[in-house]
């Protein structure tokens, strides 16, 4: 049975810097995870990035009804199920695979976006930046 918390979260609106952390993640290397009653979106990195995951909690931490953990090698943490992550499955996943086009990340590539999709899925090479 759902919880009235539960509930209050899943009917809350996302700010519009918890809509780029959630842009700019998936991006990189995070993922929206299905479940019974539609998509929770999922932060998981190395231990070493505890205080990544951590900051990234702290921005969503009205949609997480636990604090993040570690398991073996990853820490981590999952949203309740929210409306948007519906949206933002149709937007990034086309035959239950991520897929990026150029209309999604024009709509929502700001300098906020960017800085999470390096953060999670770039690198520095001498004077370049790749993604990975």
């Known amino acids: 049975m759902e919880t009235q918390e539960t509930q209050r979260m899943r009917e809350q609106v996302?700010?519009?810097?918890?809509?780029?952390?959630?842009?700019?993640?998936?991006?990189?290397?995070?993922?929206?995870?299905?479940?019974?009653?539609?998509?929770?979106?999922?932060?998981?990195?190395?231990?070493?990035?505890?205080?990544y995951v951590n900051w990234k909690y702290h921005i969503l931490k009205y949609f997480v009804r636990t604090m993040p953990k570690a398991s073996g090698r990853c820490y981590y943490f999952r949203t309740v199920?929210?409306?948007?992550?519906?949206?933002?499955?149709?937007?990034?996943?086309?035959?239950?695979?991520?897929?990026?086009?150029f209309d999604v990340v024009n709509q929502y590539l700001n300098s906020f976006v960017l800085a999470i999709w390096i953060m999670d899925d770039g690198a520095k090479d001498g004077n370049q930046s790749k993604f990975y």
């Open 81 to 101: 199920i929210h409306p948007s992550f519906q949206l933002f499955r149709s937007q990034f996943y086309k035959e239950n695979r991520k897929c990026l086009s």
């Open 14 to 51: 996302l700010t519009g810097c918890q809509v780029d952390l959630v842009m700019g993640s998936l991006l990189g290397d995070e993922y929206l995870v299905k479940t019974t009653r539609g998509y929770a979106f999922r932060v998981n990195h190395g231990l070493a990035q505890k205080e």
